[in-house]
């Protein structure tokens, strides 16, 4: 029987691209089957049954054919969650295909993570709610940075262990420092007393549904950035594209903000 071959799985699409003339790979991470890439054959026409289904950012069920090696197969899909704001929104836009790439990259094919599954899908609900993309951003950041093996204090002071008067954060040390050793670092980051605590606060948080609709500054907003962009240089030292073109957008945000306060 030709079905027992094909199952239902819950998916969120990372990636499509067209393939050979007519067809289509779409990359999609399953909750149950890890991330797997898909032949679509036939699939660059709109009209394509699995269009809707296929865009990036969609979580939907699928029916499907799972191979272990080369391709898999989609037959069906139902119960789309398609990505609406997202698409009105460059910004979120790039925010997402960050979250993406990122999450690309940390997960083997066909290994099973079930928390990275529901961490992707929660960030892509919160910004699609319309939460600060750059939160939500900045969120995720702080837990995926566990899957490429990277620890960091942010609680504590690194070296005397006290959770109050937390001042700075130090690069080299992996966390924060308190105020009676800012002197262990010399490089160490001299960020904005609040941008440390929105970060911190950021990490005791386990899930973007408890984020809300967080204000900041746009001063606050560029040191976070700055603290992140160093972190995730320093200890994950990967360069995806969508990091490349996020940063563009922000420069040129920044320099429409500046015209528009002249």
């Known amino acids: 029987n030709q079905m027992d071959y094909y199952h239902y799985f819950d998916g969120i699409v990372l990636m499509r691209q067209a393939y050979r003339e007519k067809d289509m790979l779409v ?6 089957h890890g991330k797997l890439m898909f032949f679509l054959r036939n699939a660059q026409q709109s009209n394509h049954p699995l269009t809707a289904a296929t865009q990036v950012f969609t979580r939907a069920t ?3 054919h799972i191979h272990q090696n080369g391709f898999s197969f989609l037959k069906d899909s139902h119960d789309i969650k398609p990505a609406t704001i997202v698409l ?6 790039a925010v997402l ?6 999450t690309d990259a940390v997960m ?5 993570n079930k928390t990275v599954f529901q961490l992707l899908w929660d960030s892509i609900e919160a910004i699609n709610n319309g939460v600060d993309a750059e939160v939500i951003l900045r969120f995720f950041e702080i837990k995926i940075l566990r899957y490429y093996g990277v620890e960091v204090e942010w609680q504590h002071c690194v ?3 006290r959770g109050t008067d937390l001042v700075d954060f130090s690069i080299q040390k992996h966390g924060c420092l308190c105020k009676n050793h800012l002197d262990e670092d010399e490089y ?6 609040k941008a440390l605590y929105v970060a911190r606060q950021l990490a005791l948080v386990s899930s973007p549904k408890q984020i809300g609709s967080i204000q900041l500054s746009s001063e606050t907003t560029s040191e976070l950035r700055r603290l992140f962009d160093t972190i995730m240089e320093e200890y994950v030292g990967i360069r995806l594209k969508s990091k490349k073109f996020l940063n563009q957008m922000v420069e040129w945000e920044t320099l429409m903000q500046k015209r528009g306060q002249d």
Do not use: E, P
């Open 27 to 32: 990359k999609i991470l399953t909750r149950d």
């Open 62 to 64: 699928f029916l499907g």
């Open 88 to 93: 009105q929104d460059v910004k979120a836009q």
């Open 97 to 102: 295909a960050y979250l993406t790439q990122l």
């Open 108 to 112: 083997d094919d066909h290994i099973v």
């Open 159 to 161: 070296i005397c262990n």
């Open 188 to 193: 160490r980051m001299q960020l904005s007393r």
